[in-house]
């Protein structure tokens, strides 16, 4: 054993060790007793994992706990008779492995009472103890195992890291398989250039002279329009905000410094984190206040439905672009703020050196280099304008009236909301279950939209190690 | 001489235009939700709004907008998104910038960058899938009988729970947080890391030593960040939990499910259809807002005052 590397992190090991009057260790019985306790332990945080999700797992935690109570009583003996040095952490796991054990013997198969709303499955506090047990006992089994140093002590701390990555990468695996499994098969060429149109209208003819109304009915169902409603969000949302967020970035930077800049700067953060309820009920105040005035037309949005009259809506694409604004401009502000902080400073002196006025310079120098920042901004803040639901949710309009700046604004995500949230199901009967296949198109238009701007990212810091 | 002067600085005059409207916004916004909620305030009063009543959608007539309930059932969903999404977030964060293995620590970071794409009402709608893995299962006594079962069936946790909506809104949070616990950890100076590892120490003890308490505010502020995302969403708790419910007789019941502010408001202000809504209801929606946004200041005082404790014990 290297008694130089040991440190403070392995300090009961130092002080055991350090009285050299033992007996000398066999090193093959030591590792036999370690890697059994290793696998038992590994066993052990593997079953929690299993029975974290099944329920016929039952007959295993008990005699998993006892056999790891037992093999970390073997351990403590050995270190204790052989080694001589005392682990009371080994005793304590080994005690409350004992305890879990107990106590999965008395619980009953299902839990309840004390009011709570359920009927706990006793497998769920079988995993947690189990992982919660077997885990730490892996972690300092395998501390020992790689021979007590500093570098075993880091070695021996990657489970704990490891275990929680992977089981929410799990969860994030299934979201995205099922999502593919469910949507996939279902999406056909049909679907995705049919609009949606389900109405009753009255179709005038004449006959003998005298008008007569025949009742008609369009039925059409497809996600056209939902597709093209994201696009047009996405469009709209990037005109308005480019050109805020980009004076934004420049004024914070180049122009003032002093309060006016702190106060953008706040509430810039503000808006980022500000809660997208109340961004809904902005938008609902927008379009009931301008209803009525001459603005109606713009922020309220009209249609016209078969019959040929003129409707008002609940609000239209223009006002969506707007309140989702709010969220990007913040997105490419700290986007243009990054790109011209990045600017060589040679650059910027040499073009002053050479006589350039501050507007040559920002429109010459500073705005090419930080370009492409303003592109990578633009990029999530379009990805974010495809995925957002609660600022469009109070406003929206089922889509049936085609899709231009100033109809009821509708998107991909207001659809999967109408065919999963709607309480009576009746747009889901008549859609389809296609709430998964636009789920799938949505995110592959929010994810290849980030995926773009994470090797815009890469290609940045590239060229700023070159500079 | 002096206009003239002022005219050469032309794009400083319109980006000062531009550039002020988001605060222009900001103001509005509040400004609205204030106004707003006059009616609500003077219809309702205090004692109508901090009441634990709530039949704000299902009545006919005007209702009762009790708001109790659903500032706890903010509390209750802060607690489990966020314990499940801190120590996922912290881990992912120390695997990236600390404990790497090759090639899979730097791909962490981008891993996060696409998975921050999803959009939430993804989330909400892949919810189903871990109530039939995880909670129907577990929470339901899913082995016993129907006729056997010691709880009314209509009232188990099938598909809607405060516990279901917090693990799928933490999974809406950590690609979001994993990255702001990552960068709190880089900002760790390279020469107090260095120091300590070159006196022989691991690197986990330089974690749990030396990066951990330099990082701590950092990663204070960055939580108070998440708690904000966790607070301010809508999709997914007015998806999976619903848009109101009474007051959970255990309070710490998670298995109930009670609506947060944010779906209460949701609720108020049309949840369920246009046709649903009122002047009154609306008012209340934006007096829901409103409480919102105190709350979230409240929280975010309570965070500014802890982080400079730990970095005044830092500095000593």
Known sequence: MNIKNATKSSSNYVNSTMN??????SRVLEKVILIITLFISGLAVLLGIFSLSLNNLEIFPVPVFGILAICLLILFLYMRHVKGKKDWKVVV??????????????????????????IIHRSLISGLLLISIALPSFCFTLFYFLGASPKAS?????????????????????????VFQNGAPNINWHMLITPYRWQDFQQETWQNNWPQWINQSIHQTGIRNYILGTLLLMLLTSIISLPIGIAVGIYITEYSRGLLANIIKVSCSVLKSMSVFILGLTAVSLVTYSSGTFLSKIFDGYFLDANGNWHLANGSFITAALIISLLVIPIIARATEEGIRSVPLNLKEGSTALGASRQHTLFHILLPWSYPNIVTGLILGCAEAAGSLATIWFISGSGEFGVSPLSPVTSLTYFIYLCRGDYNLSFRKVEGAWEYSSALILIVI?????????VLKRKLSQRQREA | MQIKKKLKEWPSIIFLVFAILPVIFLILIVLNLVLNSRTAISTLGFSGLFSTQISGIYSSGQGLYGLIPAIWGTFLIIFVSMGIAIPVSLAMAIFSSEFTLGFLGKGMRAMLGILSGIPSIVYALMSIVFAQLFIIPKFTGAGIPPNQLPIPSQRLPYNTSTLLAGIMLSMLIIPFLAPLFDDALRDVPHSLKEASLALGSGRWYTLKKVSFPHALSGLISASSLGILKAMGDVVIVGLVIGFESPLPNPLFDILKSTAPLTSTGAGFSGGFGQSLRSPLRDSAANFTGLLLLILAFIILALVYILQRRFKKRYSQ
């Open chain 1, 20 to 25: 050299n009057d033992v007996r000398k260790p």
């Open chain 1, 93 to 118: 796991f080994c005690g409350l492995s004992l305890i879990a054990l107990i106590l999965l013997r008395i619980l009953p198969e299902y839990l309840y009472g004390l009011n709570i709303n359920g």
């Open chain 1, 154 to 178: 880091d070695l021996s701390h990657y489970p704990v890291i490891i275990l929680p990555i992977l089981l929410m990468l799990i969860l994030y695996g299934i979201i995205i398989v099922r």
């Open chain 1, 446 to 454: 929010t994810v290849g939209l980030s995926i773009t701007a994470l």
